[in-house]
């Protein structure tokens, strides 16, 4: 098991905002405070989402732009100075051509070099468009001779994902961001108000809740898929 070390460029590939900050802001906030520069892939604008706000502020016409901002609000916080949107349609990444998204992100890995690609755990992504794209991440890496392929740090959400992928291969510490993680919590506003809302209600009387978010929210932990 290891932690983060300075990287020549790490790609995050995920299909919808708050998707790279939702257990990850932490570990994209480190790197970026390392010197490391990160890119964000985001594969749809999360426009069939449910969440509208808390109090609704958002409706289905809406929703894509606030949604994109958001993400452009979460980048900034985090430190991600390089967002590309692939434009996908969200709910659907699963019914696109694989080949021709992987050649999108090919051509971004062969641009940039990354030496570390993040992504979702293909076949344990949960949500389809998770599935979907991550693997389409992992078929355009695999294009790439071994020597220049970035190593792949996948986030599962398979529930118990140590019981079914065993030990993690990295284990962050975020508590030193732990401040911009939130912050990039919030930023994606329309999908995060009511469950921090939740917990903050819940942490302002009870001492145990408020340890069990502290713990939940201060550590990563990512599986290297291999390619």
């Keep these: 098991m290891q932690g983060l070390q300075r990287e020549r460029h790490v790609l995050a590939v995920f299909p919808h905002p708050d998707d790279e900050t939702f257990g990850k802001a932490g570990t994209l906030a480190l790197y970026a405070r390392m010197g490391t520069p990160v890119t964000l892939v985001c594969g749809t604008l999360g426009e069939m989402g449910r969440n509208m706000g808390k109090p609704f502020f ?3 016409e809406t929703l894509p732009k606030i949604r994109e901002q958001e993400l452009r609000n979460a980048c900034k916080v985090i430190g991600i100075q390089d967002l590309r ?3 996908l349609r969200d709910k659907t990444v699963e019914f696109e051509d694989p080949e021709a998204v992987a050649d999108r992100i090919e051509a971004i890995i062969r641009e940039l070099k990354p030496s570390v690609l993040m992504t979702y755990y293909p076949g344990h992504g949960v949500h389809p468009d998770h599935n979907a794209l991550a693997w389409a991440a992992v078929k355009a890496v ?3 001779p071994a020597a220049e392929r970035p190593r792949v740090m996948a986030s599962p959400v398979t529930r118990n994902p140590r019981e079914v992928l065993g030990p ?13 993680k939130l912050a990039a ?8 108000e009511g469950m921090m809302k939740q917990w903050e209600d819940r942490m302002a009387s009870d001492a145990a809740a408020r340890e069990e978010f502290l713990r939940m929210m201060r550590t990563e932990v990512y599986w290297y898929y291999p390619v």
């Design 58 to 60: 958002a409706n289905r």
């Design 85 to 87: 949107l692939l434009g």
């Design 142 to 144: 695999g294009r790439l």
């Design 168 to 180: 993690p291969d990295v284990e962050v510490d975020v508590e030193p961001v732990l401040d911009v």
């Design 185 to 192: 919590y919030r930023a994606h506003r329309s999908q995060s």
